[in-house]
């Protein structure tokens, strides 16, 4: 069974950085893409960016595109999300999501419970 942790969530003042994790269990995150998203209340889920099986950092929003930076770390089957220059309207649930390698539409995909991330002075 394929399991997601994220952590590294918090309170950070504008113009802060925090740094997310996402510790896969059940799956090795080498034979998987592994994205983040992000929701704030009353607004729809936002896709901020994936990390390929091999490595390649793809699809960076410009909404956070030079202020977050997506890492993975096979042999601790983590994946990163470090955030800089955080801003208010950063502030949400932020959420990692694996997709399996080799397995066909979402049927592979896995989602973490998620992490609160809030800016403010």
């Known amino acids: 069974q394929v399991h997601l942790a994220e952590s590294g969530g918090g309170w950070v003042q504008p113009g802060g950085s925090l740094r997310l994790s996402c510790v896969a269990s059940?799956?090795?995150?080498?034979?998987?893409?592994v994205a983040w998203y992000r929701q704030a209340p009353e607004k729809a889920r936002e896709y901020i960016g994936i990390?390929?099986?091999?490595?390649?950092?793809?699809d960076i929003p410009a909404s956070v595109k030079g202020r977050f930076t997506i890492s993975r770390d096979n042999a601790k089957n983590t994946v990163y999300l470090q955030m800089d220059s955080l801003t208010p309207e950063d502030t949400a649930l932020y959420y990692c999501?694996?997709?399996?390698?080799?397995?066909?539409?979402?049927?592979?995909?896995?989602w973490g419970q998620g992490t609160q991330v809030t800016v403010s002075s």
């Open positions: 990390t390929t099986d091999s490595g390649r950092t793809l």
């Open positions: 999501n694996l997709r399996q390698a080799g397995v066909i539409g979402t049927k592979g995909w896995h």
């Open positions: 059940g799956w090795p995150i080498s034979q998987s893409a």
